[in-house]
């Protein structure tokens, strides 16, 4: 079984809000999980090649090359967040520091 404080953290980084009920539920479905990766620590892989399945590739990435840039006027107009060049989005990590 999970303890109150770990799930409480799991909750904050999920941004999660649930009911009492709901939290018991939850909870009883991570120590579930929790429990059946333990019984799977358990299970003796030394036999195992670690490399099975694994394949060769060649680099698929795409080439590097300049393209075509987006026009600043037109990214103004699309995002009403937009200010000195940069889009203003929530934060986030600073508002979760402040409920520790």
Request: charged share 35%; glycine share 6%.
């Amino acid at each position: 079984m999970i303890d109150d404080k770990t799930f409480n953290a799991v909750l904050g980084l999920c941004r999660f809000s649930i009911s009492g009920t709901e939290q018991e539920h939850f909870k009883n479905q991570i120590g579930d999980i929790i429990s059946y990766v333990e019984k799977l620590k358990e299970i003796d892989t030394s036999h195992i090649d670690p490399d099975l399945g694994k394949t060769i590739t060649v680099n698929d990435l795409r080439d590097d090359a300049p393209g075509e840039s987006l026009i600043r006027t037109k990214l103004e107009e699309l995002s009403p967040h937009f200010e000195n060049g940069f889009f203003r989005v929530p934060q986030i990590i600073e508002e979760m520091e402040e409920k520790k």
